[in-house]
T-cell receptor
Framework: DTGVSQDPRHKITKRGQNVTFRCDPI?????LYWYRQTLGQGPEFLTY????????KSRLLSDRFSAERPKGSFSTLEIQRTEQGDSAMYLC?????????FGPGTRLTVL | EDQVTQSPEALRLQEGESSSLNCSYT??????LFWYRQDPGKGPEFLFT???AGEEKEKERLKATLTKKESFLHITAPKPEDSATYLC????????????FGKGTSLLVTP
């Protein structure tokens, strides 16, 4: 399968714990994006990378969130001191041109 | 501020009953308008990109059109397997490559 992959697919954590998600983009894509989606809403942009450089961050990305893309390949999204409001689907996408291709998402539940 | 509004929120069709979904947008310089399909618990699946007013794209039973203020996704003779949420997103010329999504239209096609 040559699509975008994300790991884990589901994560249940307790409030206050840290979590980290991984995204592997389509291999030739140089741009990688993170979005968050809650029930009944469209995805909301969080941040994006061109190669290893993080070029844009949404105001939704509080200081508890950090993303990295070392060497311009896979990316990680870490949430520190999770809150119940962080419960959502976290989606990763990648692109070479304008069209963004999404992975299956990581469903986070914060108890 | 860029805005994307999709209507209706939900639509129920009989198999074979054609209809259209609407996406109204305001954006300061459109780079592209995107349509995605999303099945429950999965990531969005790319359908179409439209770049300029008057442009049309087709794929099987779906046809997307674009004007300066809105886009339509026409579904001709739908089948039950077309049931999904259809998401519209805009990419503005001055917002990097972030996609701004609407809330989606939930389509149910009954046999």
């Amino acid at each position: 399968d040559t699509g975008v992959s994300q790991d884990p697919r589901h994560k249940i954590t307790k409030r206050g714990q840290n979590v980290t998600f991984r995204c592997d983009p389509i291999s030739e894509h140089n741009r990688l994006y993170w979005y968050r989606q809650t029930l009944g809403q469209g995805p909301e942009f969080l941040t994006y990378f061109q190669n290893e450089a993080q070029l844009e961050k949404s105001r939704l990305l509080s200081d508890r969130f950090s993303a990295e893309r070392p060497k311009g390949s896979f990316s990680t999204l870490e949430i520190q001191r999770t809150e119940q409001g962080d419960s959502a689907m976290y989606l990763c996408a990648s692109s070479l041109e304008h069209e963004q291709f999404f992975g299956p998402g990581t469903r986070l539940t914060v108890l | 501020e860029d805005q994307v509004t999709q209507s209706p929120e939900a639509l129920r069709l009989q198999e074979g009953e054609s209809s259209s979904l609407n996406c109204s947008y305001t954006v300061s310089g459109l780079r592209g308008l995107f349509w995605y399909r999303q099945d429950p618990g999965k990531g969005p699946e790319f359908l179409f990109t439209l770049y300029s007013a008057g442009e049309e794209k087709e794929k099987e039973r779906l046809k997307a059109t674009l004007t300066k203020k809105e886009s339509f996704l026409h579904i001709t003779a739908p089948k039950p397997e077309d049931s999904a949420t259809y998401l519209c997103a805009v990419q503005a010329q001055n917002s990097g490559y972030a996609l701004n999504f609407g809330k989606g239209t939930s389509l149910l096609v009954t046999p």
